[in-house]
Structure formats: structure tokens, C-alpha cells
């Protein structure tokens, strides 16, 4: 039932700037929303409803999922299934809504890696969790080295052909075969419309393995997941690690990471930013869409006040080069100490 309370900023596409993606037709918000850990089954409805909205109201209309966010496994896409039934079905058009398949999901030899029998079976339950006929773009989650790079394009290829998902996209694939894979995709008239990895200040991988550039010359928009490093690259540990923070429950981001150079390095970092008038995490955002080559850095969320601080990295987007230099020798120094 739509909820009669919520209508939609009618100033919400005056307050985002939107990036062409690729060579395609498609326009995506600096900023998406990703539903990793913050959308499932352990976070109250009311607080998910609030976050949306919240982000719908200033411009973000992507909507980053997969089909095991949560946690638990699903309930991130089952959460915005109710979400679209709540408030947000008017507003479906313009919504650019992604999910993804690859890892696991759920027991035996079907629900993990880049079948085309997972692929096709994880989309369809995914669209039923959402209560959505198609996604606006299906992503191969990670390149599976077992099954053929030909098996798990073509499902992409004929995933788009039935509707399901109007684009096609992968996620962390090593260089040589994201490149393979566009050229699979691109001879067969879907060519891939994003390609999603990690990449932030401290995570330079994707430039270093030329992804940015091939993505960029083959007219393939690229869009960052884990900007903060996990919540790394904000102020959150400046001063210890906080009883409930993720580093505490030591699970995705260890403990072992905060040596002293790399408390040192980050307040190095937070100065830097607090001279530009920002906080750290802003910062990390800036730097990010400062790139040409950057169509969208997906945020992570845990509240309505972070998605506010956000949002203010889209006011900072200059940097001196002195600037550039002392923020690289502080990432030289964080991931020499082995991050």
C-alpha cells in the first residue's frame, strides 16, 4: 500500500549532479546508496524508510544491491521490496535500481560463483524479494575461474534480451578478463554498462590494474563500492577503536589494521581535511569524484545524519596539488603497512 504520507522533494534532481555513464544514455547520480550492511533484517524498518527517502530527496535514485546483502542473505532486497510497496512504486521510472549474483547464497552446487542456472535462478528471486519486474542494470558479482567466461556473459546477454535487467554489468573482475568479458558482451549489442569494484584513498587497486582506463576507452562507466575502506577513512577511530564500532566486533575490518603509522597516517589525512573545511570521510568522497573517469561512488550508510555529511563532498571536488601530494605520501605510508 502506498504510504500517503511520503511525496518526494520536488527539489531533489536541483541538489545531485548526474554523470554519464559510459558511452551510454544513462545518467547516474555522483552518489548511490548501497544496501550492503545496513538494509537487512537487523535494522528497523522506519530507520531503512528514513535513509531512503532521505537520499531519493536530495537527487541519489541509485539503488545498489545484491541478492545476499543484509544481513541476513536477502532480506536487504526484501527490505526494498517493502519499500516499493510503502512509497516508493510512483516513483519506479525513476528509480536506477542494481542487483547482483556471484557469491554465495544459498546451499549445493547452484547458489554460488557464475553459472548460468545461479544467474538466472538469483535474478528471479531477487525481483520477487524487490517486488520489481526488471532491474535497471544485473551484475556478474565476481569472475568464476571454473565455469567459462562465455557461459556467464551469455546469461547477462540473455538476461537483457528477456527484460529482466534493461543493462548489463560485472563486479571485480581481474583486468584481462573484464576486458574479455566486454568485448563478449559489446559483439553481442549489450556491452557492459558499469563495472563495479572497491576503490578509495587507501585502495588503489583498480587504477593500478588499468580497470579505470579500460573501462573509460571502452565506454564503460565505473563506480566505486567501499569509499570509507569499511569506515576506515573516517573519524570514527582517530582516537581507539569505539565499543560498537565495526572494528570492535573485529569481523570484516580487523583490529590488527589500526598499527600506529596507520593512526598517525589517517590523522594526517583528517588535518588535511579539516583544513579544506571538511570531515575525513567528505574528503575520501571528494577525491574520488574529483576522477573524470569515476561515475558514481556508492556510500554505505548506517544513518540519516552520515547520508547528510555525505552529500557535502559534492561541494568539494577542487584539489591543489600540494594537496593531492601530502594526501598520497599519507596512502603510500597506510598501505605500505600491509592494508
Known sequence: MTDPVYAASESRYEQMPYRRCGR?????????????????????????KAMAHYAFDHGICHFDLAN????TYGTAEENFGHLMAASLKPYRDELFISTKAGWDMWPGPYGNWGSRKYLMASLDQSLKRMNLDYVDVFYSHRYDPATPLEETM??????????KALYAGISRYPTPKAAEAFRYLAERDVPCLLY?????IIDRAPAEAGQLDLGWENGTGFISFSPLQQG????????GIPADSRMARNTSLKQSVLTETVLESLRGLDAIAQRRGQSLAGMALSWL????????????????????????ALDFLSFSEEELQE?????????????
Open 24 to 48: 551510454s544514455g544513462v545518467l547516474l547520480p555522483a552518489l548511490s546508496l548501497g544496501l550492503w550492511h545496513n538494509f537487512g533484517s537487523f535494522k528497523p524498518f522506519q530507520e531503512i
Open 68 to 71: 545476499n546483502y543484509g544481513p
Open 154 to 163: 551469455q546469461a547477462l546477454v540473455d538476461i537483457v534480451r528477456q527484460g
Open 196 to 200: 563495479q569494484d572497491r576503490y578509495n
Open 232 to 239: 576506515l577513512l573516517t573519524n570514527r577511530y582517530l582516537n
Open 289 to 312: 569524484l574529483r576522477d573524470e573517469r569515476m561515475t558514481s561512488v556508492i556510500i554505505g550508510a548506517s544513518s540519516v545524519a552520515q547520508i547528510e555529511d555525505n552529500l557535502k
Open 327 to 339: 594526501i598520497e605520501r599519507f596512502s603510500v605510508r597506510i598501505r605500505e603497512s600491509g592494508i
